[in-house]
């Protein structure tokens, strides 16, 4: 099979150009294929925001699932400080259980327990 690497750049260049939305009152720009972009695109300031994925809902994201705001879905928070995005219960928000081996608030151990003595 030969690849038309003429075409095919055409063709990269049309989709990219269909899918920049560069419209819009603030400025926008990004993708807009399957979600909103206008809310954190604000070119004439220099750019956007780094938004990270929350899988887990819990308001915080994964450090390691970052987009720029411009192309970030609104499921995508402005906090990349989750340590386990797979757990809702886990964020740096949340109260450590002491010796349950997990590590609640992202503290990056677990809490110990208060023996009394």
Do not use: H, K
Not at 24 to 31: A, C, K, L, R, T
Not at 32 to 51: K, L, P, V, Y
Not at 91 to 106: I, K, L, R, S, Y
């Amino acid at each position: 099979m030969r690849l038309d690497w003429p075409g095919l750049l055409l063709l990269l260049l049309g989709l990219l150009a269909v899918a920049c939305d560069t419209g819009g009152d603030i400025g926008d720009s990004g993708f807009a294929i399957g979600f909103e972009t206008g809310s954190r695109c604000d070119t004439a300031s220099g750019g956007s925001e780094t938004r990270y994925a929350d899988v887990d809902g819990d308001g915080f994201g994964d450090a390691d699932a970052g987009l720029n705001g411009c192309l970030a879905p609104d499921e995508f928070v402005s906090n990349g400080d989750d340590c386990n995005d797979g757990d809702g219960a886990v964020n740096p928000e949340a109260t450590d259980v002491c010796g349950d081996a997990v590590d609640q608030d992202c503290s990056g151990e677990d809490a110990v327990c208060d023996t009394g003595e």
